[in-house]
C-alpha cells in the first residue's frame, strides 16, 4: 500500500468508483498484524485502490471521518464512506469485506 496524504486521499474519493484506506500509527503493534493481514487481502483485488495513513501525520481525518481507534480500515463507494472496520479479525473476513466493497 502506498502511503498518501489528504490530497492524494480526496483525489482518490473523487476519482476512483471504490476506496480503502488504511488508518495507523508505527508504534502501535496492533496496526503492523492488521497491515499485513490487510496486504494479503489486497493482492486478490489489485485493481482496488488502496492506501494507508500515519495518524500522527494526519488527525484532521481521524477528526472529519470519527476515527475512534487505530488500525482502522475506511471503505469508500462512489465518494461516500460506507463502512469502518476497526477488528481486522482474519485474512479470510478482509478478503470478504473487499469483495463485498467491489460487487
Known amino acids: 500500500m502506498q ?3 489528504e490530497t492524494e486521499l480526496n483525489d482518490a474519493i473523487q476519482r476512483d468508483k471504490t476506496v480503502c484506506l488504511y488508518l495507523y ?3 502501535c503493534g496492533t496496526c503492523q498484524v492488521a497491515s499485513k493481514m490487510l496486504t ?3 493482492e486478490l483485488y489489485p ?3 488502496s492506501g494507508k495513513m500515519n ?3 494526519s488527525p484532521a481525518i481521524s477528526t472529519q471521518y ?3 481507534s487505530v488500525p ?3 471503505l469508500f463507494k ?3 464512506l460506507i463502512e469502518k472496520v476497526y477488528a481486522f479479525q482474519s485474512v479470510p473476513y478482509l478478503y470478504a469485506l473487499l469483495k463485498e466493497l467491489e460487487s
Do not use: F, H
Request: glycine share 4%; net charge negative.
Open 47 to 49: 485493481e482496488l485502490k
Open 78 to 80: 462512489e465518494g461516500q
Open 3 to 5: 502511503e498518501w496524504n
Open 40 to 42: 494479503v487481502a489486497l
Open 25 to 27: 500509527t508505527p508504534m
Open 55 to 57: 495518524m500522527n501525520y
Open 72 to 74: 482502522c480500515l475506511l
Open 66 to 68: 470519527k476515527v475512534e
